[in-house]
C-alpha cells in the first residue's frame, strides 16, 4: 500500500506529464509550391504535381501527385530521401506533356485572368465556424486532417467564380479551408479546373501550419443545375 505522500508524489507525476502530452509541440512548418500540370486529352487524367516541404520535428520533403478523373481524384505520396533535396524533379515535372495553364492575378480581393474571363472570389469570413474549431482543438481535433475527416465539405470553405458554380474535387487534408487567405490560382481552361493554393494564419495545437490547396471544376451555372 502507498502512502499518503507517496501517493501525492504519484499523482504530480502523472498530471505533468500528462500536462507535456497535451503542450507538446512539433513546430512543423509546411511550404508548398506547384510544379506543374500534366495530361493528355481532353477527356484523360489531369496531375498536378505539388512539392511540400516539413520544417521542424518533421523534417520531410515529399512530392504530390493529384490525379483528376472526371468522376474522382486521387492522391500519391513519394518522400524524398533527403530533406529538401529536389534536385531536377521540377525540371522533369516540366518536359511532361500538358495542358494550358493560365495564372490568375490577385485583383483587390479578387483573382482575375488577363482578359477578365474568370474572376474567383476569397469565401467570406466565417467566425462561427471558426470557433467550432477552436472548441474542437480543446477537445478532440488537434490537426487539420482530424477536423476534415469529420467535418467534410462542411469544415471547408470554397472560393467563388462569378457567373459560375465551383465543384469541389479535391482537397489536400493538412490544410484549414476556414478564414483562409488566398496564395496562388491557377485556371486550366481545357479541363475547365481551378488549383487554389492555401495559407492558414491559424496554427494547429502542436503549432504545426496548416496550408493547404484546392482544386475544383468550373461548371456554368445552368449546367450545375441540370
Excluded at 99 to 106: A, D, H, S
Excluded at 144 to 151: I, K, S
Aim: glycine share 8%.
Amino acid at each position: 500500500m502507498l502512502n499518503r505522500q507517496a501517493l501525492q508524489w504519484y499523482a504530480m507525476i502523472v498530471c505533468a506529464c500528462f500536462s507535456g502530452m497535451v503542450q507538446a509541440t512539433s513546430f512543423c512548418e509546411q511550404t508548398l509550391k506547384l510544379l506543374g500540370v500534366s495530361g493528355e486529352g481532353a477527356n484523360g487524367p489531369c496531375m498536378f504535381w505539388v512539392a511540400e516541404d516539413l520544417s521542424g520535428e518533421c523534417g520531410e520533403s515529399r512530392l504530390i501527385q493529384v490525379v483528376i478523373q472526371t468522376d474522382h481524384a486521387g492522391l500519391i505520396k513519394s518522400p524524398l530521401k533527403r530533406h529538401q533535396d529536389w534536385g531536377c524533379v521540377g525540371e522533369a515535372v516540366a518536359l511532361l506533356e500538358g495542358p494550358e495553364t493560365v495564372p490568375l492575378k490577385k485583383q483587390d480581393l479578387s483573382w482575375q485572368d488577363e482578359d477578365g474571363q474568370i474572376r474567383l472570389t476569397v469565401p467570406d469570413p466565417n467566425q462561427a465556424l471558426h470557433e467550432r474549431y477552436l472548441k474542437a482543438a480543446d477537445t478532440w481535433c488537434s490537426s487539420a486532417r482530424e477536423w476534415n475527416v469529420r467535418m467534410g465539405v462542411q469544415g471547408t470553405l470554397c472560393p467563388s467564380v462569378d457567373g459560375s458554380q465551383l465543384e469541389l474535387l479535391y482537397a489536400y487534408a493538412a490544410g484549414y479551408y476556414v478564414n483562409y487567405r488566398i496564395k496562388q490560382v491557377l485556371y486550366v481552361p481545357d479541363r475547365a479546373l481551378l488549383f487554389v493554393r492555401t495559407e492558414q494564419k491559424q496554427k494547429a495545437v502542436g503549432m504545426d501550419t496548416m496550408h493547404g490547396f484546392l482544386v475544383l471544376r468550373v461548371w456554368p451555372k445552368a449546367d450545375a443545375q441540370n
